[in-house]
């Protein structure tokens, strides 16, 4: 079974400053699916950047980017200039490829990050 | 992306009673959903994921009897909590996974069994 580690159950990060949130899995398959989930208190799931692990290049979203490193099975989410809306906890979830889009994930237990101005 | 959405978004019934949960793709015909529970300040718990047409699927340790799962259109998944209890008090989210693999959120429904 597919598991995803998230060691940092908390992390906190001045205003504008740079912070990066720490993600490990574990997996026998080749081709999958990487996510990073944002649940701000009102627990609306939202999607901040995903990685399909068959690409070498990492994702980036605007003041997001992820360093995706598929032999060690890790994919840390980087955070710049980061702002009041950012805090929130993060989840990091793997997603078996399936072709018929049906893959179901994982997600680790969560970050929480304080953003202080 | 598809829009998701739950109702009821906060439901508090009596211990014994059954509560129904429902889950709607509000733009997208979803073939498949999943049911998740998540409790305060934890990580998502997927429960079972929903084919349409057809049973649910449940993960280890989730009581089939207890929460039943229909699926009856490519827009409309239900979760009831049969004869809930206060350990049944929860976050229940829903999700609506597309062929990319990617999944959309619901907003969730708050469970308090008295």
């Known amino acids: 079974a597919q598991t995803v580690t998230q060691s940092q159950p908390e992390m906190s990060v001045q205003e504008a400053e740079t912070v990066t949130l720490s993600c490990t899995y574990d997996?026998?398959?080749?081709?999958?699916?990487l996510f990073w989930y944002k649940q701000p208190p009102s627990r609306q799931m939202i999607l901040v950047i995903r990685?399909?692990?068959?690409?070498?290049q990492n994702a980036t979203e605007n003041r997001f980017s992820v360093n995706f490193q598929k032999a060690a099975k890790s994919f840390s989410l980087k955070i710049s200039d980061s702002q009041l809306g950012d805090a929130a906890m993060y989840f990091c979830?793997?997603?078996?490829?399936?072709?018929?889009?049906?893959?179901?994930?994982?997600f680790g237990d969560g970050t929480t990050l304080t953003v202080k101005p | 992306g598809a829009v998701v959405s739950q109702h009821p978004s906060w439901v508090i019934c009596k211990s014994g009673t059954s509560v129904k949960i429902e889950c709607r793709s509000l733009?997208?015909?979803?073939?498949?959903m999943f049911w998740y529970r998540q409790f305060p300040k934890q990580s998502l718990m997927l429960m079972a994921t929903?084919?349409?047409?057809?049973?649910?699927?449940?993960e280890q340790g989730v009581e089939k009897d207890k929460f039943l799962i229909n699926h009856a259109s490519l827009t409309l998944s239900t979760l009831t909590v049969t004869s809930a209890h206060p350990e049944d008090s929860s976050f229940y989210i829903c999700?609506?996974?597309?062929?990319?693999?990617?999944?959309?959120f619901g907003p969730g429904t708050r469970l308090t069994v008295l």
């Open positions: 999700s609506v996974g597309d062929t990319y693999n990617e999944q959309f």
């Open positions: 990685q399909e692990a068959y690409k070498q």
């Open positions: 979830a793997y997603i078996d490829l399936l072709p018929d889009g049906a893959g179901k994930s994982t």
């Open positions: 929903s084919n349409e047409g057809s049973k649910a699927t449940y």
């Open positions: 997996t026998s398959e080749s081709d999958y699916y």
């Open positions: 733009d997208f015909q979803a073939t498949t």
